[in-house]
């Protein structure tokens, strides 16, 4: 299978969300990122539940990657909408008492459950969590903001997932986010990345033509 791209959506005119989702759906791009944030597990608030809900009214095509950082992520998960097709990732670190029931939330809401670490949580915590996902989100950066620098060690911290995930012989994907750059794509491919977060650092880097970067980011990563 070829790397999939996951512009992240944040990254994007926020001035301009419908026009930005349907341009990235009509160049075929398989998945829009769709970062939560709590204020209180990042200090940060980006896209909110009602922009999240209303993204499914226009989407073609193109399959919600929804990225929760934030505690408790079953509160949000009625006003999202969660559904058939999303991805919804949520983070270990966020869930300590019922990460379970977390991912089985999403699982029976016919959405494929993403357990997402943080760059100081070790990939040796996922096995253990492994048959009840359909996928690993790997943050390459501190999460909470666009245009942070990628963290010493994501590469090697990629093809360990990679490895783990191979070793067990289950069928999940392996999605990087944080600093997916123009240069790093190519190397994130290599380590065993399947799906790229797609931000600030290559697709909306200023002045770049969409179509051109989608394009070029493609042909790195496939
Ligand atoms: C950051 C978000 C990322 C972010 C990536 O916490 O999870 O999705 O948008 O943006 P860049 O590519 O700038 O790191
Ligand atoms: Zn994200």
Redesign the pocket.
């Known amino acids: 299978m070829s790397g999939k791209l996951s512009p992240?959506l944040?990254?994007a005119d926020v001035l301009n969300l419908e026009r930005e989702l349907t341009a990235l759906d009509d160049l075929g791009v398989d998945y829009i990122?769709l970062?939560f944030m709590d204020n209180h597990f990042?200090p940060n608030i980006t896209l909110d539940t009602g922009i999240v809900k209303a993204t499914k009214s226009v989407l073609k095509h193109m399959k919600r990657d929804i990225?929760i950082?934030a505690f408790k992520p079953q509160q949000y998960f009625d006003r999202m909408e969660i559904g058939a097709g999303d991805i919804v990732a949520v983070h270990y670190e966020a869930c300590p008492d019922d990460l379970g029931d977390v991912l089985a939330d999403i699982r029976a809401r016919g959405a494929s459950p993403f357990l997402a670490i943080s760059p100081d949580t070790p990939v040796d915590v996922l096995p253990d969590w492994f048959d009840s996902i359909d996928g690993v989100l790997v943050?390459t950066?501190y999460?909470?903001?666009?245009?942070?620098p990628i963290v010493p060690g994501s590469l090697e911290k990629l093809k360990a997932a990679r490895r783990l995930i191979d070793e067990s012989g289950k069928d999940l994907l392996l999605e990087v986010?944080?600093?997916?750059s123009w240069e790093l794509c190519g190397k994130m491919r290599e380590a065993g990345a399947d799906i790229f977060?797609?931000?600030?650092?290559?697709l909306y880097q200023k002045g770049l033509d969409l179509g051109e970067a989608v394009a070029r980011m493609t042909e790195l990563v496939k």
Do not use: L, Q
Request: glycine share 16%; net charge negative.
């Open positions: 992240s944040m990254c990122h970062d990042v990225h950082m943050m950066v999460p909470g903001f666009a245009g942070r986010d944080g600093h997916v977060v797609a931000g600030s650092s290559s």
